[in-house]
């Protein structure tokens, strides 16, 4: 039995902001739900005295002095931009977040 | 009913204990950013201070500024908060162009600092200890201008311009537990609340503090309950409060208005709200909802923190004096009355008397001078009186000369005049104009005999003992001598003269 319902997928999507038609929903449900499973798989060897973690290798404090570095020209940040205005990102307006 | 209805501040106190929550967002003062090495600036032209890091781009590797980390365990220790020693970065999901990310890179159940607490006192003495729930690290949105429609206003906005140079600065939050407790003190506690953490993390020097640059910014959560209660109500959030006074107007409004509406028998709906400083008063902001579902996750791309004892000991000894106390040892020092120190705080002269004083004038004479000309000739010239230029060495050259009788009070206040003006050091001033007060007894006294000569009746009463009528003898020998004449002298003469 998958960890994934149709009706987290919907919430999902509706948080990213993405508008799926229902045979991708169906096709999502099935294909997240694999990928679900198969991550599920690791609590089956992984004890309760193993803490989580996200880092394969036991790095810690990878820390970079205060000093300032490189940054891009304002032509270079909005080179990728859709829309621009007056140096800024053009976006549409958007209601919710605020 | 109308969100506008309010019930009077006192009797909503009668019936309901309010509580409180503040979450504190500290910029720091870095000269980069959390995770990239861009500056940390404000006022620069859009879009200038970005690197790929901060625009999200794919394949960059963000790297934590050791500066940040450290700043925010300052602010942990100041806090009296526990230092974590691990800790580590989640990812917050949101959908929002501030972030060009998608996420806001912050802390989720580990952060750096927590269960601290700090003792507030309100104006009049009274302490209340507030405490800390968590302080963690987190960075900063990029700034939107919404553009079309309604003008500055989301709703009915056509589009948004987006500025991410402030898109990863340097964040503290600082969250309080529930504060109960403080009836109807609550809206001058949250002021002093947040009073206090300007102070503090400015003593520290590891933000600008400036609220009105945004530097530190409030969240008010605000609820009540039924008098004697023990379950909390339904809280709602007033956002970016942004004034020491908007937030205690912001509390004392939001009281009156759930009052209101639990009176009428209605439920407190669970929102955010905004704040209106024009009308002082709040209006609905968004409901929780689905979009409040952030799907925290650690972030993959940076590795924990490990703090070390010798680290925290380390920057635990570069903690500067926590303000309250510096306050308190200062008051006692000077032996200022309660309101006299009160009026000092609240002028922002405590570094400057108290540099007076170690520069070698007793603690009435620097209160005199800085609460004095010092704040008049501020005012008038519409500026801060850290701004005026006057040093704590003049006020020790001005108090010799006074106190050498080479000058009297009144002409001090010129002298310093002339300082402010650029002219020099007091003591050329005196010179270089020829203000030395007469300490010459002829023309002295040749003045004091005029004055006597022209007032017989003001004689007549010192004779027969009045001896504050000396002081109507004053302006006809302070005209005389163009206002330098030594005032103690001039009474040793009348006196003289009169054989008394």
Known sequence: MSAISREDVVHLARLAHIEMSDAELDKMTGELGVIVDAIASVSEVASSDIPATSHPIPLTNVLREDIVGQTLSN????????DSDSGRFK???????? | MSTEELVDFDVALEKYDPVLGFEVHVELNTKTKMFSDAPNAFGDEPNTNVTPVDLGLPGVLPVVNKTAVEYSI??????????????????KNYFYPDTPKNFQTSQYDDPIAHDGWIDIELEDGEVFRVEIERAHMEEDAGKLTHL?????RIQGADY?????????VPLVEIVTKPITGAGKRAPELARAYVGAIREIVKNLGVSDAKMERGNVRCDANVS?????????GTRTETKNVNSLRAVEHAVRFEIERHAAVLDSGEKIVQETR???EDTRSTTSGRPKSDADDYRYFPEPDLVPIVTTADWIEELRSRLPEPPAERRKRLKADWGYADKEFRDVVNAGVLDEIEATIAAGTTA???????MGEIARLAKAADKEIADLGVSPETIVELDALIQGKKINDKIARQVLEYVVAGEGTPAQIVEKRSLAVVNDDAALGKAVDEAMAAMPDVVEKIKGGKMQAIGALMGPVMKATRGQADAGRVRELVMEKLGL
């Open chain 2, 274 to 276: 905004h704040w209106h």
């Open chain 2, 364 to 370: 009435a004479v620097a209160r005199k001078w800085w």
């Open chain 2, 148 to 152: 079309g429609g309604a003008a500055g």
């Open chain 1, 75 to 82: 032509d270079e940040v909005l080179a990728n931009a859709p």
């Open chain 2, 224 to 232: 009540l309950m039924p008098k004697g209660a023990e379950k909390f």
């Open chain 2, 74 to 91: 300052l602010i942990g220790l100041a806090l009296n908060c526990q230092i974590a020693e691990k800790c580590g970065f989640a990812r």
């Open chain 1, 91 to 98: 976006v549409p307006a958007i209601l919710d977040g605020e």
């Open chain 2, 160 to 168: 948004s311009l987006v500025d991410y140079n402030r898109a990863g």
